[in-house]
């Protein structure tokens, strides 16, 4: 009995410090949605094989983990991961093609607005890995067209984007390519489990079950 006993402590001490560490550490996931037309571009096969790209819809869904990335902040001007952690997927034809990102190669997510001191409002998302990337950007310096509240990287919000906002999303893999204008931007960010901690909890639960099954025995 004592000893059953103290395998509980033990095993709700670990549960403890694990739920205490997934509390404290949890990874951000930053998610970004462009999605427009294309203007340009060409498919050999990776689309469905449409050759000319021009006139098509697409979408890029970029999705960074805050946590695994680098954090450069510079006061209220600008937040900046990078080298970032994350993947894209790009859409167009009902195909789909996820890129994933390297720690060799620097990935990023960066947002600036002229309500937190820059000149401009930009957001700008990047991946890539090898000779496959993905980026979209939108940036205005006119105040009248700003369409940032902040710079955070976790605001969330859905907007559809005038003409007179610069825009531009591109694409590049084997099998195809493309430039194109971005219509429409969302935007929002959501809390994911730590992996590691999971994992402990997880150990944790298995072994309180072996400990009822030996009492059990």
């Not at 060409?42 to 094989?49: E, I, N, S, V, Y």
């Not at 950007?137 to 105040?143: D, E, H, K, V």
């Not at 984007?161 to 390519?177: D, R």
């Amino acid at each position: 009995m004592p000893r059953v006993f103290a395998i509980r402590i033990l095993v709700a001490a670990v549960a403890a410090v694990a739920l205490s560490a997934a509390a404290a550490r949890a990874d951000v996931l930053y998610t970004l949605t462009y999605s427009g037309t294309i203007q340009n571009g060409q498919d050999t096969g990776l689309f469905g094989g449409l050759g000319s790209l021009a006139g098509q819809a697409f979408s890029e869904t970029f999705t960074f983990n805050g946590t695994q990335s680098q954090l450069s902040s510079y006061s209220t001007v600008y937040n900046d991961l990078y080298p970032a952690v994350g993947s894209v997927v790009v859409t167009v034809n009902g195909h789909s093609f996820t890129i994933v990102s390297t720690p060799l190669q620097y990935s990023e997510l960066y947002v600036s607005s002229l309500a937190g001191g820059s000149n401009v409002d930009q957001v700008y998302s990047y991946l890539v890995n090898g000779s496959s990337y993905a980026q979209s950007f939108l940036y205005t310096n006119i105040p009248a067209l700003s369409f940032l509240a902040n710079d955070s990287l976790s605001q969330a919000m859905n907007y559809s984007v005038p003409n007179s906002v610069n825009s531009n999303a591109s694409f590049s893999a084997s099998g195809g390519s493309f430039s194109a204008q971005v219509s429409n931007l969302s935007m929002n960010s959501a809390p994911a489990p730590e992996p590691a901690s999971l994992a402990l909890f997880g150990a944790g639960l298995a072994a309180f079950g072996l400990a009822r099954r030996r009492k059990a025995a």
